[in-house]
């Protein structure tokens, strides 16, 4: 007869067991930060080093042809860099950033800017939904901390919010936030979709995550602090207008392609 206690020894032996599994597969996952820069040379260094130590493999930087010295800043760091001789927008940043991410065999994307706005000390909690099998797509929400507090302006904060409810509401998604520049994809997730069909523009953030949506990927949310300051780069009043514009805009198209009225590439 085997006793209660020779059973707990078992179970345990069997948690460990399974622990230790998760944790080589985690160490088998090729972890790549890319940082879409513009201008980012008084900032690229304070985000590079307050890194965590082990939170990645290897970081990426594309450069949208700045006018300041971002490149040479990012040639003195442990940094794979990558100029774009003419500018293309954030949106086309992106999109260098994540096919040469997985030219180079990541397993786990990390976009993270480069202008010390967004807390990079978060790097090893964003991966680890992933790295535990729980999600394809994680996004740090400001909106679970307190942007506010961390010099958010009150029409953004409002305007956030208000555009995020439309999108949940279109979506039947539950986000906090569907602006965050600080998030993590696993491969299957930005193999899934053809990203190279979105906007060259800051409404990609938004158009990707449609796509994600259509595909079913797994999502979750993490809490982060942010930091608005001279040297972090900020979407004017006029841009932010017609970046609401251009959120709308892609809740349209996607309304017309569920309802199977109009078909569009980037969501094939």
């Not at 999600?135 to 995020?164: E, H, I, Q, W």
């Not at 069909?197 to 994600?212: G, H, R, Y």
């Amino acid at each position: 007869m085997i006793s209660v206690k020779e059973l707990d020894i078992e179970s345990m032996n069997e948690e460990v067991k399974t622990s230790e599994q998760h944790c080589t597969a985690a160490a088998r996952q090729k972890i790549i930060i890319v940082m879409p820069a513009y201008n980012a040379a008084l900032t690229l260094e304070k985000t590079y080093y307050a890194l965590p130590e082990g939170s990645y493999d290897q970081i990426i930087l594309v450069d949208d042809a700045s006018s300041d010295n971002t490149l040479e800043v990012a040639s003195k760091l442990n940094i794979h860099a990558i100029r774009h001789r003419k500018n293309r927008g954030y949106g086309g940043n992106q999109k260098t950033c994540y096919a040469k991410a997985l030219e180079e065999g990541a397993d786990i994307i990390v976009m993270l800017h480069p202008d010390y706005q967004y807390d990079p000390t978060i790097a090893k909690d964003i991966v680890q939904p992933i790295l535990r099998g729980e999600a394809d797509v994680v996004l740090a929400s400001r909106m679970l901390g307190d942007p506010l507090k961390g010099g958010m302006p009150l029409y953004k904060f409002v305007a956030n919010k208000f555009l995020t409810w439309i999108e949940n509401l279109v979506l039947g998604t539950r986000f906090s936030e569907f602006h965050t520049g600080y998030r993590a994809y696993n491969r299957r997730a930005l193999e899934a979709v053809n990203f190279e069909a979105n906007s060259e523009n800051f409404v990609f953030d938004n158009e990707i995550l449609v796509q994600f949506v259509l595909k079913r990927m797994r999502f979750k949310e993490i809490p982060v602090s942010t930091r608005y300051s001279f040297d972090s780069s900020s979407v004017s009043f006029k841009a932010g207008v017609v970046y609401g514009l251009s959120i709308l805009r892609t809740i349209a198209r996607y309304l017309l392609f569920k309802c199977r009225l109009v078909k569009f590439k980037q969501y094939n």
